[in-house]
């Protein structure tokens, strides 16, 4: 039941709602806002940068092949001041004696072996998927 303030309450908007009318949109308000969304969604919230730059992994890789190329041209013979150095320490303990010989059989090979390459698949797939995504 209505007390006598929620009555005069009631009362009044409804006057006013009678006074104000109703409004309706322009004709092409739903194109306008639509238009307005489709352009904010186009506009890329962040610019995606790469950590290391693409110059940094030129200059990586270079380096690592140089490196590499260095180290199987050059010949190595044993340095004499070396032999005559003191071990200072000779571990009494190597990784054979704490991992006895591992044999694996040739399905378990086979299924390391698939693993990594199924490894390597998906690590592109993602990185192609999440690329699509972030806007570079």
């Given at each position: 039941?209505?007390?006598?303030?929620?009555?005069?309450?009631?009362?009044?908007?409804?006057?006013?709602?009678?006074?104000?009318?109703l409004e309706s949109p322009e004709s092409d308000f739903t194109q306008r806002l639509m238009s307005q969304i489709e352009s904010s969604a186009?506009?890329?919230?962040?610019?995606?940068?790469?950590?290391?730059?693409?110059?940094a992994w030129v200059f990586i890789v270079i380096a690592a092949l140089s490196a590499l190329s260095i180290a199987l041209m050059v010949s190595?013979?044993?340095?004499?001041?070396?032999?005559?150095?003191?071990?200072?320490y000779e571990f009494a303990?190597?990784?054979?004696?704490?991992?006895?010989?591992v044999e694996l059989s040739k399905p378990m090979?086979?299924?390391?072996?698939?693993?990594?390459?199924?490894?390597?698949?998906?690590i592109g797939y993602l990185n192609s998927y999440f690329k699509s995504r972030i806007r570079v």
């Open positions: 039941m209505k007390t006598g303030s929620d009555h005069q309450l009631d009362k009044f908007s409804k006057r006013i709602f009678k006074e104000s009318g186009n506009r890329s919230l962040f610019i995606y940068k790469p950590l290391i730059s693409l110059k190595w013979e044993p340095v004499a001041w070396l032999s005559a150095l003191n071990k200072p303990w190597s990784l054979s004696d704490l991992l006895p010989e090979l086979y299924a390391a072996v698939l693993f990594g390459l199924l490894l390597f698949v998906q």
